[in-house]
């Protein structure tokens, strides 16, 4: 059943779009987190997917690679059927926009408006995006979708991740998709070359913190469903990082000092691939240095 979805998405998508690899590979899955009875987590590669179905249709949170497009769809016709109405994005990056081309054939593309100027620029990193993976509707501050009985908030993060991030709130179903504002229990990647810092991310972490409780389920970018108390995590672990790092700025270490020195025990399974021990201690030294140039 499933099989014959893609198939027929795959005709409708046109041969340009469709990538016969992905479904030969029988070890790409995606992951169904069911979340509440409606609204869904798909974990697979690159950025965690939203899910949110009802009455209306369904609408769809970041779109990983457009290599992971068969192993989607399949998720998404276990969840209902049709395809996704709406699409947003969190933020620019390909792992969580890379497969905007395939769906947004049958949908509509929300984001932020610096998440379509850096997509259709490549800045400051990357090729231009196809014109047809674009958003379609863009905002500023934020905007209210209502859409199966209930509204969702888009709401902007400024230099955060990027400077192009959206947080979406489902308030009626205590559901919030951070997309790359958390990294569950590893460290965060803060893109300072697209308008992210520490200290905007930090901001926008305590502003989601006031705005949940602690039946609030969090979908992060990457990591495990969370709650309030992994985000708390994420806080202290910011909060400590910054003040460590500008401690060694002031007493004159230098950039490699500072990554010889290293993080408290403490964080040492926060480390990972992407972003390991070094590469983080690296982005708040960057940061915090520039910041003082500035003063
Ligand atoms: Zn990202």
Do not use: C
């Not at 899955?29 to 590669?45: A, R």
């Not at 300072?192 to 930090?202: C, E, F, K, M, T």
């Amino acid at each position: 059943m499933g099989m014959k979805l893609i198939a027929l998405a795959s005709l409708a998508l046109g041969v340009g779009a469709w990538n016969a690899s992905a479904i030969q590979d029988p070890e790409v899955k995606v992951e169904i987190v069911k979340v509440t009875d409606q609204i869904s987590m798909l974990v697979g590669e690159g950025g965690n997917i939203g899910i949110m179905n009802g009455a209306d249709g369904l609408l769809m949170i970041d779109t990983q690679f457009a290599h992971m497009e068969a192993p989607i769809r399949t998720a998404i016709a276990e969840i209902s059927a049709g395809n996704p109405a709406f699409v947003v994005n969190t933020h620019w990056h390909g792992d969580h926009v890379g497969g905007n081309l395939a769906f947004a054939t049958d949908s509509y593309v929300v984001a932020h408006q610096n998440v379509r100027s850096r997509m259709k620029s490549g800045k400051p990193r990357g090729a231009p995006a196809d014109p047809a993976a674009l958003p379609d509707l863009t905002f500023g501050e934020g905007m209210t979708m209502h859409y199966n009985g209930q509204p969702v908030h888009l709401v902007h993060m400024p230099t955060g991740h990027t400077d192009g991030d959206t947080v979406v709130y489902f308030p009626q179903s205590n559901v919030v998709h951070m997309g790359d504002l958390m990294f569950n229990a590893m460290f965060p990647f803060v893109d300072i070359d697209s308008g992210g810092s520490v200290r905007g991310y930090l901001a926008a972490l305590r502003s989601v913190y006031e705005r949940v409780d602690d039946q609030t389920k969090i979908i992060p970018g990457h990591g495990k469903l969370a709650s309030k108390k992994d985000l708390a995590e994420i806080i202290e672990m910011l909060e400590s990082s910054i003040a460590m790092v500008e401690e060694r700025i002031e007493s004159g270490m230098t950039a490699q000092e500072n990554v010889t020195a290293g993080i408290s025990e403490k964080y040492a399974s926060w480390s990972w691939r992407f972003i390991p021990t070094d590469k983080w201690l690296a982005t708040v030294y960057r940061d915090l240095s520039a910041e003082k140039q500035g003063d």
